[in-house]
Structure formats: structure tokens, C-alpha cells
């Protein structure tokens, strides 16, 4: 069997729910093909599953049951969770695998399955790559025989579990009495678990985005869409707010006067804080190319150094752990604190950030500002069929781009690991430069799309 990745992207399997690959049958083969690559003894095993709050997760995760269930493997049903709290929950009950249903920031139209390994962490690559290969492949004198068909139940508990652990990631003895925070959980998975953790912790809690019907996860609201947020800021005259994705691995903050903090500046708050407490394993931060330069320029003050990684928080955590960084994290939100969580944690590392406003008293403008950043662009570019990016017009636009911009700018063109999108960002110190860079790549990607 060649073992080659086709289904799986950067953040798992994505796509329009009862569309390939979304499908029922694709889910149950992914759930037999999983479930068996994990057998690992002779112990009785499980795998725990949770999802987010779309419509289609009811459908994705009876036919992934199915698929365990067929493979002689238990499954524990944690509901409606955050994808941090499904990593956690799998290390602690020490499952052999952890499922998430979930296409996080994407519309509710979408949905995804997103793998973890027993140690809480996303899988590999290769790993990905041989349960594609059994789905391949004809399981029938592989699965399980009659009295060896595994067993389905809930997990009741598993909210209180994911909340105390995100407590405990709040320094002891510190509480947020006297603090007016607005929370957005998207209408997605966080809904009920966010809010109570803020509350728990003393805070005054004004509720958005955590009405879920199933098809208004991420609509006009969480950190795709942050801009509800900043209105309720004002209007409750909050002291911060914080805004979770679908999945709430992810988050942005707004401050008092409703303006947005981004990952680049939490990441920079979070970093300054542990390095002056002597908390940080090393003297680096990972981040990925999409970071601020500003965010390089600000770490190397603290003597830090940036890593740089390719988009996508799996490819944050891999190197953290090869250089054994406990801080890392994505100017889209992703944050990795691997001394709390084993992925991205939209309230773990909003927890982190309200420390900080704590300890300092100021507020959250002042606070949560750490550096100047570059003037930066990010468009994109949606295409239908091949890509463009390696169209012989692009690559030349791209190089003459490059050599205006020097060494004083940067450029960058991706493909999207979830959407059929060419992401266009540049940077510089000159914000016209920036500008017409990324609108001259632009017109030429659209050009070379509509050549093909």
C-alpha cells in the first residue's frame, strides 16, 4: 500500500459536509481504519469523540461510532467540547485515540475530523498517511467479529473536567473579581464551558455567540468575525473582550475601547510575561511565516529568538517540541502553551492574557499592546480546479516582488490547507509598498487562474 496523504490536510479531513470527502461512508471507513491502526495490546480499547455544535456533526460522529464500533473499538462520547478539552480529556482518560468533529473557523456548511494520538497531540504525517492506506484498503477479515464489537457511552462529566483544567492554568491565588469581560464563543463548541470557567474565576460575564442552533456557528460572530465583539466592548463598557473560533482552539482580544488585539500581540504579552518570571524553557518562541516582523524584532529585545514555522498549529507544536519550547503560537490566534495543553487553547491562553491585566492593573490598551508592527497585507485569491501559484507569470511576479520589497519587507504566497485559496501577504516598513505589492500579486494570480 503506498502510504500518501490525500485526504488529509493541515488541520485533518475538511470539506462541505455530505460532499466527498464529508461523507457518511468516508467517516465509517475513517473510523474502522483509525481504529485499528491504534490497536496497541490486548487491553479492551477506546477512543474518545467530540464535536462542535454543527448540524452535520450528528451524522459525522454516528458514522465514525460505526466505523469504531465495527473495529472492535469502545467509544466515549464527550459532546459538544472544545478541540483543546478533546486533546486533554484523551491523555487523562487514557484513551487510544481522540476524535474531533469540527471544521473550526470555517461556515457551518463545513465540517472536519481532527485526530489525536494518546498523548493528547495531533497526529503525524506519516501516521495520517497509513490510516489513508487501510482505508484503502479491504478491512473485511479485519474487523471485528461478533462478540468483539465494541460498546458506546457518554461521558457526563467531561465539561467540569475541561473547566478545572483550565482553571488551574490561572496563577493560585489570583482572581478576576472586579473585571467586566465580554466572551464570543462563536456559537461553537465553547458555549457553555468558556463562560462558566470566567465566571468560576470571579469575573462579571457578558454572554455573545453562545446561542448555537447548529447552522449559526462562526456567522457574524467569534474571531473570524470579531467585529460584534468590539460593539459589545463598547457598549457594556467591558474591559476586555475575547473572542473564541468554532472550536475555541483559537482566539483575538479586544480591548476597553473595542480595538483588536492579534495573535502576534498575545503571543508578544504572554512571552514578556513568562520570560520576566523565569518561566520559559527557552529562549525561543515559535511562530509561523505568517508572524509579524514587528513581533521578531519585539522577541529579540527580550532576547528571544522567533522560529518560524509553516502555517498551521500541528507544524507550531512539532517544533516546539523538537526544540523543547513551551511558548508558540499563530497571528490568526492559535495558541500553544505546552506546560497547560497539547494544542491551540483559545481560553487557556486567555487566561494567561487576564493574568497579565491582573498583576498589572492597567488597562487592557495599555496592556495588551507590546509592539509596533509592520504594516502587513494579507489578501486572497480563490481559484477552481489547479492551482495558480506555480504559474510561470506568478513566479516571476513573485520574484520581481521579492527583489523590490528587499531586505527591509517580505512576501509571502500559500495555498490554503482548508480552502481552495491562494493567501497573498506582504510586509514593509512602507505601507503604499506593501499595498501595491500585494495588489500587483493579486491581479496576477486571478490572471494566471483565468489562463488555466
Known amino acids: 500500500m503506498t502510504k500518501t496523504r490525500k485526504l488529509f490536510g493541515t488541520d485533518g479531513i475538511r470539506g462541505t459536509a455530505n460532499q466527498d ?8 471507513k475513517l473510523g474502522q481504519a483509525a481504529g485499528l491502526r491504534f490497536m496497541r495490546g490486548t487491553h479492551r480499547h477506546r477512543v474518545l469523540l467530540g464535536k462542535d455544535t454543527r448540524l452535520s456533526g450528528y451524522m459525522i460522529e454516528c458514522a465514525l461510532v460505526s466505523g469504531f464500533l465495527s473495529a472492535g473499538v469502545d467509544v466515549t462520547l464527550a459532546g459538544p467540547m472544545p478541540t483543546p478539552a478533546i486533546a486533554m480529556l484523551t491523555r487523562s482518560l487514557r484513551a487510544d485515540l481522540g476524535v474531533m468533529i469540527s471544521a473550526s473557523h470555517n461556515p457551518f456548511g463545513d465540517n472536519g475530523i481532527k485526530l489525536f494520538g494518546p498523548d493528547g497531540f495531533k497526529l503525524s504525517d506519516e501516521t495520517e498517511a497509513e490510516i489513508e492506506a487501510l482505508m484503502r484498503a479491504d478491512l473485511t477479515d479485519r474487523l471485528a467479529t461478533p462478540e468483539q464489537i465494541g460498546r458506546a457511552s457518554r461521558l457526563n462529566d467531561a465539561a467540569g473536567r475541561y473547566i478545572e483544567n483550565a482553571k488551574a492554568s490561572f496563577p493560585r491565588g489570583r482572581r478576576l473579581d472586579g473585571l467586566r469581560i465580554v466572551i464570543d464563543c462563536a456559537n461553537g463548541a465553547a458555549y457553555r464551558v468558556a463562560p462558566t470557567a470566567l465566571w468560576e474565576l470571579g469575573a462579571e460575564v457578558i454572554r455573545i455567540g453562545c446561542e448555537p442552533n447548529g447552522v449559526n456557528i462562526n456567522e457574524n460572530c467569534g474571531s473570524t468575525r470579531p467585529e460584534a465583539l468590539c460593539a459589545a466592548v463598547v457598549a457594556h463598557e467591558a474591559d476586555i473582550g475575547i473572542a473564541l473560533d468554532g472550536d475555541a482552539d483559537r482566539l483575538l482580544i479586544a480591548d476597553e475601547q473595542g480595538r483588536l488585539i492579534d495573535g502576534d500581540q498575545i503571543l508578544a504579552l504572554i512571552a514578556r510575561s513568562w520570560s520576566r518570571q523565569g518561566r520559559l524553557s527557552a529562549k525561543q518562541v515559535v511562530a509561523t511565516v505568517m508572524s509579524n516582523m514587528g513581533l521578531a524584532r519585539c522577541l529579540d ?12 498549529d500541528r507544524y507550531v507544536v512539532e517544533r516546539m517540541r523538537e526544540l523543547g519550547v513551551n511558548l508558540g503560537g499563530e497571528q490568526s490566534g492559535h495558541m500553544v502553551l505546552s506546560d497547560f495543553a497539547t494544542t491551540g487553547d483559545g481560553l487557556v491562553a486567555a487566561l494567561q492574557v487576564l493574568a497579565v491585566l491582573v498583576e498589572e492593573g492597567r488597562p ?60 497573498v501577504m506582504a510586509e514593509a516598513e512602507d505601507p503604499a509598498l506593501v499595498e501595491r505589492v500585494v495588489a500587483g500579486m493579486c491581479a496576477v494570480i486571478g490572471s494566471a487562474q483565468e489562463a488555466a
Open 21 to 28: 470527502p464529508m461523507t457518511v461512508e468516508v467517516a465509517q
Open 301 to 312: 529585545g527580550l532576547g528571544l529568538e522567533l522560529v518560524r514555522t509553516a502555517v498551521g
Open 364 to 423: 487592557a490598551s495599555e496592556v495588551c499592546r507590546v509592539f509596533a508592527p509592520f504594516p502587513q497585507v494579507l489578501r486572497n485569491v480563490r481559484f477552481v480546479g489547479k492551482s495558480p501559484l506555480h504559474a510561470p507569470a506568478v513566479q516571476e511576479a513573485r520574484r520581481q516582488a521579492e527583489a523590490e520589497l528587499g531586505t527591509a519587507g517580505r512576501l509571502l504566497l500559500r495555498e490554503s490547507g482548508t480552502e481552495p485559496l491562494v493567501r
